[in-house]
């Protein structure tokens, strides 16, 4: 994506925002209700805002939102572009372009995950705190822009250790037992064999999904630093042998819901203090 196509969306959406955000959220399969918790919003479809692509999996409504999380002014995407949808790596992260562009310091990014550590279950929420890129891809592969980020980026702490541990501190004081583990990006849109499961824990991989790795990848990029959590949604392949469908995924999202949303506030209530 060229950056004067980042500018002009960043252009365009900063004229319809009433504060300017510092936190950005990006908000997974099932897990968007957190954008119709803040005050004061201002909602724009994604069909609206120039050069950005459109959302068309079940559980991503398809919009940015605006307001206030507990006393701060955050950006939510209330749905998320993947790489099995069609859309180029450019395409899927020119959001986090768009992002930094607005002003934006933290990432928050969600996403419901099949559990492949089998100390977890279904429900968890997981803090990650790595993650492998098995997509076949990279979002900076390509010509690279200085004023958008180094060449190559080091991604050695590509999940903030500070914001980590201030997570792990806000689910404490919740009483909330959270998981920490790494995240593994497959392109989807099948869901793995039985056999990428075993392979997949062999290699260190804790829970799997279909997004996030490329975000995150821009994110550093960028100078961003991030948070992430996903929700459990499912046990992976050949554990609990059953078959999976999103409407699992959506199943299980719901009922972790309350959690989710204790969870996330607390974290964004308390983020000025750190």
Do not use: W
Not at 228 to 237: F, K, L, P, T, V
Request: hydrophobic content about 40%.
């Amino acid at each position: 994506m060229e950056f004067s196509k980042v500018q002009e969306t960043a252009d365009f959406i900063r004229q319809r925002l009433q504060t300017a955000p510092k936190i950005g959220l990006i908000l997974g399969s099932g897990l968007g209700v957190l954008a119709d918790e803040l005050q004061d919003s201002a909602v724009i479809p994604y069909q609206k805002i120039p050069h950005f692509p459109q959302s068309t999996v079940a559980g991503h409504k398809g919009q940015l939102v605006s307001g206030h999380l507990e006393g701060q002014p955050v950006l939510a995407m209330q749905g998320r572009f993947h790489y099995y949808e069609g859309y180029s790596m450019k395409q899927v992260t020119f959001p986090v372009r768009v992002m930094k562009e607005l002003g934006i310091e933290i990432l928050i990014v969600t996403n419901a995950a099949g559990g492949i550590n089998e100390q977890f279950s279904p429900g968890d929420l997981m803090l990650i705190e790595d993650h492998i890129n098995m997509m076949g891809n990279n979002p900076l592969i390509g010509s690279n822009h200085d004023e958008e980020g180094p060449r190559f980026p080091d991604m050695s702490e590509a999940y903030d250790r500070k914001l980590i541990q201030h997570a792990r501190q806000c689910a404490e004081r919740l009483g909330i037992n959270v998981q920490q583990g790494v995240y593994v990006g497959n392109s989807g849109p099948s869901y793995e064999t039985a056999a990428e499961i075993r392979m997949l824990n062999r290699l260190g991989g804790d829970a799997v999904g279909m997004s996030t790795v490329p975000e995150v990848i821009v994110a550093n990029h960028t100078g961003l630093k991030v948070l992430g959590i996903s929700c459990i949604s499912n046990m992976a392949a050949g554990i609990l042998d059953q078959p999976l469908s999103h409407d699992e995924v959506i199943e299980t999202t719901e009922k972790v819901r309350e959690d989710f949303l204790r969870f996330v506030r607390e974290i964004v209530k308390t983020m000025a203090v750190m």
